[in-house]
C-alpha cells in the first residue's frame, strides 16, 4: 500500500524551530519530487516546498525562503522538513504530499500523507 | 504566478441534486487544472486531473471540464460523502497554485 506518514509537529514559540518528517512506503521513493503542502486555519493549500527525487534540486515559495530547508534520504524513504524562525503565520496543518509523475516540475499530488499540525504561538 | 480563484465560496445543494463549482486561473494553464476533495480531517484527495480525467476510484457522478482560464467541476446526484471543500489546483506553471476552495454544505 502506498503511505505517506508525518510526524514532528506541535506547538513552537515564535522564533523556534521544529523538524518535520515523512516516512514513505509502497512506491520507489527516489523516482519522484515529494512536497510539503499546508493548510492555514480556514484557508486554502499552498505548497511550501519542493525536493526532485536526487535531492539535487529544491523548491521554496517566497513565505518560507531562507527560513525552510527540504531533505530527503532515499536509503530511508524519509523526507524533511527544518523549520527555523518560526512565526504565527507559519501555523498550519503541513502535509507531505507526493508528484504523482516521475520526472516532474509541476504535476498533481496522487498521496498525500494525514499531516502533521504546527501551531506558532507564545 | 498563477492565481486561481474558486467560486462560490459556499453551496448549498440538497442530496441528489447537482452541485456546479468554478476554477478560474488568472492566465491560461490550458487543460493542467485537477480538483481535490478534501473531507473534514482528512487530506485532500485527487478527484480530476487533466481537466476532465477521473482518478482512479473517482465514480463517475464527478466530471470535470474546461480548458485555458475557465473550469468546472459538476457533481451530479450529490451523496453524503459528497459534502467536503473541493479545491482546484494548476500545473501548468511553475509553481503549482491552488484555489481558496468552495465548500459543499448540506442545504
Known amino acids: 500500500e502506498v503511505q505517506l506518514l508525518e510526524s514532528g509537529g506541535g506547538l513552537v514559540q515564535p522564533g523556534g524551530s521544529l523538524r518535520l518528517s515523512c516516512a514513505a512506503s509502497?512506491?520507489?521513493?527516489?523516482?519522484?519530487?515529494m512536497n510539503w503542502v499546508r493548510q492555514a486555519p480556514g484557508k486554502g493549500l499552498e505548497r511550501v516546498s519542493g525536493?526532485?527525487?536526487?535531492?539535487?534540486?529544491?523548491y521554496y515559495a517566497d513565505s518560507v525562503k531562507g527560513r525552510f530547508t527540504i531533505s530527503r534520504d532515499n536509503s530511508k524513504n524519509t523526507l524533511w522538513l527544518q523549520m527555523n524562525s518560526l512565526r504565527a503565520d507559519d501555523t498550519a496543518i503541513y502535509y507531505c504530499?507526493?508528484?504523482?509523475?516521475?520526472?516532474?516540475?509541476?504535476?498533481?499530488?496522487?498521496?498525500w500523507g494525514q499531516g502533521t499540525t504546527v501551531t506558532v504561538s507564545s | 504566478e498563477i492565481v486561481m480563484t474558486q467560486s462560490p465560496a459556499t453551496l448549498s445543494v440538497s442530496p441528489g441534486e447537482r452541485a456546479i463549482l468554478s476554477c478560474r486561473a488568472s492566465q491560461s494553464v490550458s487543460s493542467k487544472l485537477a480538483w481535490y476533495q478534501q473531507k473534514p480531517g482528512q487530506a485532500p484527495r485527487l478527484l480530476i486531473y487533466?481537466?476532465?480525467t477521473r482518478a482512479t476510484g473517482i465514480p463517475a457522478r464527478f466530471s470535470g471540464s474546461g480548458s485555458g482560464t475557465e473550469f468546472t467541476l459538476t457533481i451530479n446526484s450529490l451523496q453524503s460523502e459528497d459534502f467536503a471543500v473541493y479545491h482546484c489546483q494548476q500545473y501548468n506553471n511553475w509553481p503549482v497554485t491552488f484555489g481558496q476552495g468552495t465548500k459543499v454544505e448540506i442545504k
Open positions: 509502497g512506491f520507489t521513493f527516489s523516482s519522484y519530487v
Open positions: 504530499a507526493k508528484f504523482s509523475a516521475t520526472e516532474s516540475t509541476t504535476d498533481t499530488f496522487d498521496i
Open positions: 487533466g481537466a476532465s
Open positions: 525536493i526532485i527525487g536526487s535531492g539535487g534540486s529544491t
